[in-house]
């Protein structure tokens, strides 16, 4: 019995990892399945490879995981040492089998930020180049462990663990860097419009908007003008600075168009309620960004006026924040507090003239819903239209 249970042992650890190395192979694999197969009937690999299809024999599985969570189970109890490759392999394993372990994603946590701390140490003290050498790493490890996460939301509906290990990730290694903000962005569009009914999906995506305008919001107020001499951007440019993501690494000033990002997203949101009728995750993604759009625009107005309530005719008073550009002009002492006073009347007109304020006003959101429901079949999407436009008179129309 012991040489039966030492020879699992020893093909499970085999099983573990080829599945590893077919990763490792092909990071492209878009696809995983069971291959229906009671008991091995050759001499060969479980783990099936072809193109970017990943194939496991249906017998192995009742092997690999009890293998995987008894391990993963003696580690987290302090009862096993395991190294960073061998914990790797585990968490990789048994996400594959079931993405929504928590306590696989928490050992993960672990074992990332060891990765990190053993990329960022060593370069700190090479030379002058290491602070670039660091960040492609840290790109590369951060792009690696998104792919595993999206995989591992595509085999588990609305996996919460994986959605939030990705936000930490973003948070506590990638420092909410605009450019990967940016990326994610781009990236997880195609994901949820192919899982619409997926709420934790979406709320991914309003964290990312959240955190562009977040720091949009945090960088025109403390940092007004002081940016903006490293470039100049046109109207509807929001200049951000960038988070420097390892020491030595050259710092550049990056930019959002966040009323641009909205719009998109907006219209992201018209397209999938339009083409999938019925799925109240569409409707609730659509609340949020509408009301992202709507404290976004009003509390950069009041930044405005705040300045303009300040101004008292002195050069740091110059530099006016509004709520679709910053813009940086000529420093004249000479009539400054007058120049101010027209610089701010002269953008407060142009905002409200401006198609981005009313470009998803109230009045359209009320267009939109009328629209939907003048052409609407479906019950499901009249009732969540409906609570739509009670919560824009209760909440915005007020």
């Known amino acids: 019995m012991a040489e039966s249970e030492e020879e699992v042992d020893v093909l499970v650890q085999r099983v573990v990892k080829d599945i590893c190395n077919a990763f490792r192979r092909n990071p492209n694999i878009d696809e995983i399945g069971l291959i229906p197969c009671l008991e091995a009937r050759y001499n ?27 391990k993963l189970v003696l580690y987290r109890q302090r009862k096993l040492w395991l190294d960073r490759d061998a914990l790797t392999d585990l968490t990789c394993t048994l996400l594959l089998l079931n993405p929504d372990f928590t306590t696989t994603w928490n050992v993960r946590r672990w074992v990332f930020q060891k990765i990190v701390q053993e990329i960022c140490l060593p370069n700190s003290r ?14 590369r490890i951060i792009q690696d462990e998104m792919t ?39 990236n997880t569009k195609y994901w949820v419009s192919t899982h619409v009914s997926d709420h934790s999906g979406f709320h991914y995506r309003q964290f990312l908007l959240k955190s562009v305008a977040g720091n949009s919001r945090s960088a025109a107020v403390t940092n007004t003008g002081s940016f903006l001499r490293k470039s100049s951007h046109k109207d509807h440019r929001t200049g951000l600075p960038a988070h420097p993501k390892d020491e030595g690494a ?10 641009l990002m909205i719009e998109e997203e907006m219209e992201l949101c018209t397209d999938l309620i339009e083409s999938y009728p019925g799925h109240e995750a569409l409707w609730c993604h659509r609340r949020c960004v509408f009301y992202l759009w709507h404290c976004w625009n009003r509390e950069h107005l009041q930044v405005l006026s705040d300045s303009n309530s300040r101004s008292d005719g002195t050069v740091n ?4 924040t509004t709520a679709g550009s910053y813009s940086s002009r000529g420093m004249d002492v000479d009539g400054a507090a007058e120049t101010a006073k027209q610089s701010y009347t002269q953008e407060t007109k142009r905002l409200k003239r401006g198609p981005s304020l009313d470009l998803h006003s109230l009045l359209e ?26 919560w824009l008179d209760m909440v915005i129309g007020q």
Request: with cysteine; proline share 3%; net charge neutral.
């Open 148 to 186: 595993v996460c999206s995989a591992a939301a595509g085999r588990y509906p609305s996996n919460y663990n994986a959605w939030s290990h990705r936000i930490w990730v973003l948070q506590h290694v990638a420092k909410c860097n605009l450019k990967i903000l940016l990326d994610e962005l781009s």
């Open 126 to 139: 090479n030379n002058s180049n290491s602070g670039m050498v660091s960040t492609e790493q840290m790109h």
């Open 44 to 70: 060969r690999s479980p783990i099936v490879l072809v193109e970017n299809k990943l194939g496991v024999e249906s017998w192995c599985v009742k092997l690999l995981l009890p293998y995987v969570h008894n």
């Open 365 to 390: 959101e009320h267009r939109f819903v009328d629209a939907i429901l003048a052409g609407c079949s479906n019950s499901e999407q009249a009732r969540f239209a409906t609570a739509y436009r009670k």
């Open 250 to 259: 050259s710092v550049e000033a990056h930019t959002a168009d966040v009323p």
């Open 317 to 320: 008073n110059l530099q006016m």
